[in-house]
């Protein structure tokens, strides 16, 4: 899953960067609102947090004309003076959750997971798929109750072809959604990662959980168990 | 316009002409009329005249070859004497009237009945003395002739306009100078007047820059009553601005103050002596740094509600409920849209609030939120409004706060259940708000099975 983080104080911005990186996110940072609303439409995030009060062009505004734009994932707001005033507005303008600063890495960490979810149509943090189930929640994936060892890299790019189960994913998409912009791509890694998640999703080949569609990209095949819509 | 003088100055000077103008107008025309009736009156003796002079002479009446009056000899002396018979045949005419046209329509002109005079200004058709018309006098005699018969004759005077119009001309030149100054002493005497009438604001203006200047806090003096108006508001509000500095002021001294010991102690955890870098110790520190974070976030939150006093004290614009619990409601169902909570709003119509705006979010959020968090399915708020108070009860039907943690976390900062994460500072900041506005909030169990929070505005 690839992030936008737009927060104009350094060091909190460094803070929050390494901790979702931590947890296995490709994280872009903007520190101002005209380079978070850059990077905001250049790129299809899967999720934003910004800032209320930014430089150059404040936190609301910056949402209201990413919506305008049709840039449509969700986004956290961050707000210091917590004042409801200022979460109405945001939410209004487009946000769907809001946190009030000072805060819990942990906090945020819950509430970017349950958005993620929510935007892919899962109500809850375990995703079954017949005998294979992915938990978002704790990063871990059980085939037929055994849990299976996957690299970070491995789980990020089941994730986001799970949470896009049914739909083409093309191998550019792929990569934009598991890189941050300053890793160098190179496309064929993802042919390699593939390659092994099916070799250890599907060792006997009967599940085939990930199709290859030519010319097009690579689609989850497998629906979900609990009515996703 | 800039300046209040100028204003009163334009206006006059709009409204000057006009009065003036028709005072004029009306002066001139009663003039005028005086000036014919004087006409009239001359003409009339002119009549009595010709009367006098002329004779009977058989059928017919003769004049005098010269009559007393010279100017009915000279030629077009603009005095002209004609006597009509009872056929509006002509019988005689002066003799300045000789080079008059034969015809002259005297009987279209004026012709007063038996014994009657008429009085008129005309035109005649072929005399045009510049372009005036001509004053006439006609009267209608009867006369007895020595063998008895009863004859009528028509006398007319015509009078030229030369003379009357001079006469106009120069009373009209004199109105209009007299009015003229008139009316630039007048406007004169209104600026004079108007300078002295506005004085008090020119007082006024240095009473404020001496305030500006540190000088003095208030306006003191006494001013006229429609400026006394604005000086009184000026006062309050400047009482106001006063008493929130000194908040500040305190506020600020407060929070630096309370902020030392937090700080006092992270300091300390960093002066302690290196123990064994066990972990056990790594999150002692960890927790020991959270909690006094938790804490200055806490004073700060208090300190800065303390500073922030909004004015209730005066009437205030009234803010409409249902829309602020309309828009909470809509922002929190989509933050807690996993929970699929049922939000219902009961509220009279109107349901007003007398406060600034903001507040009642502060408080309505802060509760709706805790409501939101806690409850299972279903969320509710109603108002009630008596002749006293506006009451907005907060329904969940969550958990609910145990009778003997009911006092407890309506106190500052503290809280019933510290699993959830986030801060208590919420419900802390909505006690500090009602308290602000003279209100009161409890806390007891709903019908709906949760928690219920009572919050009571005073009218």
Not at chain 1, 94 to 105: C, E, Q, S, T
Not at chain 1, 124 to 142: R, Y
Request: with cysteine.
């Amino acid at each position: 899953m690839r992030l936008l983080v737009v927060e104009d104080e350094l060091t909190l911005r460094e803070q929050l960067s390494e901790s979702l990186t931590q947890q296995g996110y490709a994280v872009d940072a903007a520190e101002d609102g005209r380079e978070g609303l850059y990077y905001g439409t250049e790129t299809d995030y899967d999720l934003a947090v910004i800032d209320i009060g930014l430089p150059h062009l404040n936190g609301i505004e910056l949402i209201k004309q990413l919506r305008q734009q049709g840039r449509n994932y969700p986004v956290i707001i961050l707000t210091a003076r917590g004042a409801w005033q200022d979460k109405v507005e945001g939410l209004e303008a487009g946000a769907d959750d809001y946190l009030v600063k000072p805060f819990h890495h942990e906090e945020l960490h819950a509430r970017l997971n349950a958005l993620l979810r929510r935007s892919a149509g899962h109500a809850s943090p375990v995703m079954q798929f017949g005998p294979l189930q992915i938990n978002t929640a704790a990063k871990t994936v059980n085939l037929q109750g055994l849990e299976l060892e996957l690299t970070s890299f491995e789980y990020k790019t089941l994730e986001y072809l799970a949470h896009q189960a049914g739909k083409t994913i093309s191998k550019t998409q792929l990569t934009e959604h598991l890189y941050d912009q300053d890793f160098d791509r190179d496309s064929n890694v993802i042919e390699v990662f593939v390659g092994r998640l099916r070799k250890k999703l599907d060792p006997d080949g009967t599940l085939k959980p990930i199709a290859t569609v030519r010319g097009q990209g690579y689609r989850f095949t497998l629906t979900a168990d609990n009515g996703a819509d | 316009m800039k300046s209040l003088t100028s204003r009163l100055l334009l206006a006059s000077a709009l409204l000057l002409p006009c009065f003036l103008g028709a005072t004029g107008y009306f002066l001139d025309l009663a003039f005028q009329r005086s000036l014919a009736a004087g006409v009239a009156e001359r003409l009339q003796t002119q009549i009595y005249l010709l009367l006098g002079a002329a004779e009977m002479e058989g059928e017919t009446l003769t004049m005098p070859p010269t009559l007393s009056e010279p100017l009915y000899d000279q030629l077009n002396s603009g005095l002209y004497g004609v006597i009509l018979d009872h056929r509006y045949r002509e019988v005689w005419r002066s003799a300045s009237a000789r080079l008059l046209p034969a015809e002259l329509a005297l009987q279209q002109a004026a012709d007063p009945r038996g014994g009657e005079t008429a009085f008129a200004q005309v035109r005649l058709p072929g005399i045009q003395v510049a372009e005036l018309p001509l004053f006439l006098f006609a009267h209608n005699t009867l006369w007895e002739s020595d063998s008895g018969g009863e004859y009528r004759f028509r006398f007319y005077i015509l009078r030229d306009q030369i003379a009357y119009q001079a006469q106009l001309r120069t009373y009209r030149g004199q109105l209009w100078q007299w009015l003229g100054t008139v009316a630039a002493i007048l406007l004169l005497v209104q600026l004079f007047i108007m300078r002295w009438g506005l004085r008090p604001l020119g007082r006024l203006a240095a009473d404020l820059h001496k305030i500006e200047e540190g000088e003095t806090q208030r306006l003191s003096g006494e001013y006229p009553r429609e400026v006394q108006q604005v000086t009184d508001n000026l006062n309050r509000v400047l009482e106001r601005e006063h008493r929130q500095r000194e908040r500040y002021r305190n506020s600020l001294g407060d929070l630096a103050h309370s902020l030392k010991t937090p700080l006092a102690a992270l300091r300390g955890a960093l002066n302690a002596p290196e123990a064994d870098e066990g972990s056990h110790d790594s999150t002692a520190l960890h927790q020991l740094i959270d909690d006094q974070v938790t804490r200055m976030n806490q004073i700060v939150s208090h300190q800065l509600q303390r500073a922030i006093v909004r004015n209730h004290g005066s009437k205030q614009q009234q803010v409409e409920v249902a829309q602020v619990a309309n828009r909470l409601s809509t922002a929190l169902e989509k933050v807690y849209a996993d929970k699929h909570i049922r939000f219902s709003l009961q509220l009279p119509q109107p349901c007003g609030f007398y406060g600034d705006e903001r507040d009642l979010m502060e408080v309505l959020g802060n509760l709706l939120e805790n409501a939101f968090k806690y409850g299972e399915h279903a969320v509710a708020l109603t108002g009630l409004i008596d002749n006293q108070n506006l009451t907005l009860v907060i329904g969940d039907d969550g958990p609910g706060v145990p009778p003997s943690r009911q006092q407890e976390i309506l106190q500052r900062g503290a809280r019933a259940d510290t699993a959830q994460p986030g801060q208590g500072i919420g419900l802390a900041m909505a006690v500090e708000i009602i308290s602000g506005y003279g209100g009161s909030l409890s806390v007891e169990q709903s019908p709906l099975g949760g928690a219920e929070f009572r919050v009571s505005f005073p009218l």
